[in-house]
């Protein structure tokens, strides 16, 4: 009992600190509130079942997931599913009050869990979670986000969104620069910064923003060759990590190389990709939506590969940030009818996928889902570019890592050893300081 009080102390300071930010991130939305659907009750199999689910953000999960029930609907009338909106943090906080105590008045049946954080409840709370390995099948989706939810050989989460990371980049600025399409795909970030050098001095715009606060440029490069702060058992892995002093180091290079544009918080950096003050954006397949708030911008913009890192053998291009996963609680008390209703819905319907990525832009992770209609329709804003078929591409070959228990925690102390690297210290003796640190942190 001790050491799951413990982690969830970790957890809940660790989503304090931490900076997520993704399609399927709590963007500052804290309305909770209930969305029922009223119903008959005329099968008696079912008559009188009630599911809840939890989940962040309006406009993408929250819609995902009624979206989801219309389906179920049309031949499950007769269960009762409501749909509650609740900030993440709230998420996290009441999830670990409860699970530590084994208390579940008021938990709901299915629940939202992001990725970075699956891997701390089915260390600790895997009793608490339904097996659904009956339901979900690995080879139906991406390799990297059913290694996230799996535990002890079984499946007990069902992957939904992809965060998989993309270069966005204007075609005007990159040609004026002198530069093709063609010199855009396949990218190494060597050749990143040398054509984001060319951007700024001859169309006068910086390449792409960089927060200070926010190393996940450093964990997108770390994972593309197939690393992370943790390794196989959970263990930290700070120092001796080629991947991880090798993506520093490209940071360190980016901020050198006087091309890119400091901003520090969400809305200075949606502000820099609408109004044209830099020529790309290398994030999550997630921030689509934002760019094409820029209307005036239609046509401007194409999407290509995640640079890999040239220096570094096993990087690719392929990465990935944010995304999440749909969870049952098995101890609730409507642990079959919450199974039934995932597998007929997150866990296997294309329909779903299909519809979802034309409402909210999902990029699905069910290998299934790139065969969609919608997946295969073009994009004007993206010149024509079918960018769903190349997520869904880009999605199959991100590498697989273990997120351990502690991403958030581990990470707020890195943000701090990358600045001080960035400003000139030894990265491998900081590398080998913060080690210490990450290790005393996360000790339980």
């Known amino acids: 009992m001790k050491e799951k009080k413990v982690f969830a102390m970790l957890l809940t300071a660790s989503l304090i600190l931490g900076v997520t930010a993704c399609g399927s991130s709590d963007k500052g939305n804290a309305e909770k509130g209930r969305d029922k659907k009223e119903t008959v009750n005329d099968n008696d199999d079912q008559a009188g079942e009630e599911l809840t689910i939890w989940a962040w953000d309006e406009a993408f999960n929250i819609k995902a997931a009624q979206n989801a029930r219309d389906i179920y609907m049309k031949t499950n009338p007769d269960v009762e599913i409501n749909i509650v909106t609740m900030a993440q943090d709230d998420i996290v906080a009441k999830l670990n009050t409860s699970l530590s105590s084994s208390s579940y008045e008021g938990l709901p ?201 040239e220096a570094n053998q096993d990087s690719v291009n392929a990465s990935s940030i944010g995304g999440g996963g749909w969870y049952v609680l098995k101890n609730v008390g409507n642990q079959e009818t919450a199974k039934d209703f995932l597998k007929k819905t997150f866990a296997s319907s294309v329909e779903l996928m299909n519809t979802l990525a034309a409402d909210i832009t999902l990029v699905s992770t069910m290998n299934a889902a790139a065969e969609a209609e919608n997946y295969k329709k073009g994009n004007a804003f993206f010149g024509g570019q079918e960018i769903f078929k190349d997520f869904a591409a880009w999605t199959a070959r991100v590498p697989s890592v273990n997120y351990g228990l502690n991403t958030y925690a581990i990470e707020d102390l890195m943000t701090k050893a990358v600045q001080a690297i960035v400003g000139g210290a030894d990265a491998d003796s900081t590398l080998n300081d913060y080690q210490a640190q990450a290790e005393a942190a996360t000790a339980q």
């Open 109 to 309: 049946d299915i629940v939202l869990i992001e990725d970075y954080k699956a891997q701390g409840y089915l260390t600790l709370y895997q009793d608490e979670f339904a097996d659904l390995s009956d339901i979900v099948k690995a080879e139906d989706f991406a390799e990297y986000k059913t290694a996230v939810c799996q535990t002890g050989g079984k499946i007990y989460g069902v992957p939904f969104d992809s965060g998989v990371a993309a270069t966005f980049y204007r075609k005007d600025y990159i040609e004026q620069a002198g530069f093709t399409q063609k010199d855009m795909r396949n990218l190494t970030w060597e050749k990143y910064m040398e054509i984001g050098k060319a951007v700024k001095e001859k169309c006068g715009v910086q390449m792409c923003t960089l927060d200070p606060s926010d190393i996940g440029q450093v964990r997108m490069m770390m994972q593309s060759a197939g690393a992370w702060y943790t390794g196989d058992k959970g263990e930290v892995t700070i120092a001796g990590n080629k991947a991880l002093k090798d993506a520093i180091g490209i940071y360190k290079a980016l901020v050198d190389s006087d091309c890119t544009k400091q901003v520090s918080d969400w809305n200075q950096f949606v502000g820099a990709l609408n109004n044209g003050e830099v020529a790309s954006v290398i994030s999550g397949c997630w921030v689509a939506p934002s760019i094409q708030k820029a209307e005036d911008q239609s046509g401007k913009w194409a999407v290509a590969e995640f640079p890999k890192m």
